[in-house]
């Protein structure tokens, strides 16, 4: 996790104290017209693969090694080019909430923990956090969370149906700090065509980002979409269902920013098929 240095005097910053107390919503957020709300899947996958991920050799401690032998094959869904059946995956049908990059799980598990009425699917690429995830869910008793361990542009094309999650989280992304870098960040004009196009009608989209720089390319990029709409006059408050870990908290205290955006899918599409 990054922070930035110091907040920005004429930048809003928010705090612990200043979060906002609204629960997660049912999903959609809005209650809005299905008429005419399918984006084109050709308009989503013209998506440009984002590589904004480096592999890098992690070490995998021996319980998250036990845990990727025993609890992998019931709560790991195998990348596939082809869409699986999510309602038998989780044994029911509710609404849905992908998460990108769960780094260790921390926040995910707690989320996942505290709204037992909703599915998640946590995509993340890095063992060592699949195994720690997959702790997680021995320790809390989860039955509502599933891991996909593929790059997550891969698994929008592929495994979710356009219009089918309630939400997405993408918290905390990799900032590139560098210019030269800044290519291989994660939320950029295409991603989130194709995030746009796989939430249902109301669904919400909330990033979050401890670099400010970065805060603002995310605004810049979301309130660009023509499908999407702020929830908030620029930046949100962090919303009840996000917990702060525990590297966000001590940031919080030592007057670092953290920045919260919080966008939902329109009811009539504005793209075009390409």
């Known amino acids: 996790m990054h922070f930035a240095e110091q907040a920005s005097p004429d930048r809003p910053v928010f705090t612990a104290a200043a979060s906002s107390q609204t629960p997660m919503p049912d ?12 984006l084109s899947p050709a308009s989503a996958l013209r998506a440009r693969h984002v590589r904004s991920f480096v592999l890098r050799a992690g070490r995998t401690t021996k319980g998250q090694e036990r845990a990727l032998v025993e609890l992998g094959p019931r709560f790991i869904v195998p990348y596939s080019i082809h ?9 029911r049908q509710a609404p849905r909430i992908l998460e990108v990059g769960f780094g260790m799980g921390e926040a995910t598990a707690q989320i996942a923990q505290a709204h037992p009425d909703r599915d998640f699917i ?13 702790l997680r869910i021995e320790t ?17 094309r592929h495994m979710v149906a356009p219009s089918s999650l309630g939400g997405v989280h993408v918290y905390f992304p990799d900032p590139w700090h560098k210019k030269r870098h800044h290519k291989r960040r994660l939320i950029q004009l295409g991603f989130v065509d194709l995030l746009c196009s796989r939430l249902e009608p109301g ?5 979050a980002t401890d670099w400010e720089p970065y805060a603002q390319h995310m605004l810049e990029v979301l309130s660009a979409n023509p499908n999407l709409m702020n929830t908030a006059n620029g ?4 919303p009840a269902w996000r917990p702060p870990s525990k590297f966000e908290q001590r940031g919080l205290r030592l007057g670092h920013g953290v920045w919260d955006l919080l966008f939902v899918r329109r009811a009539a599409p504005a793209l075009k098929p390409s």
């Open 203 to 207: 669904g919400y989209l909330h990033c």
């Open 27 to 38: 999903a959609p957020i809005f209650k809005l017209s299905t008429a005419a709300a399918e």
């Open 140 to 156: 809390l008793g989860l039955s509502n969370q599933r891991i996909v361990q593929h790059d997550a542009v891969d698994v929008l």
């Open 83 to 91: 869409e699986p059946d999510w309602d038998a995956v989780f044994g």
């Open 235 to 238: 930046f949100a408050p962090r």
């Open 122 to 134: 946590g995509v993340e690429v890095h063992t060592p956090g699949v195994g720690a995830m997959l």
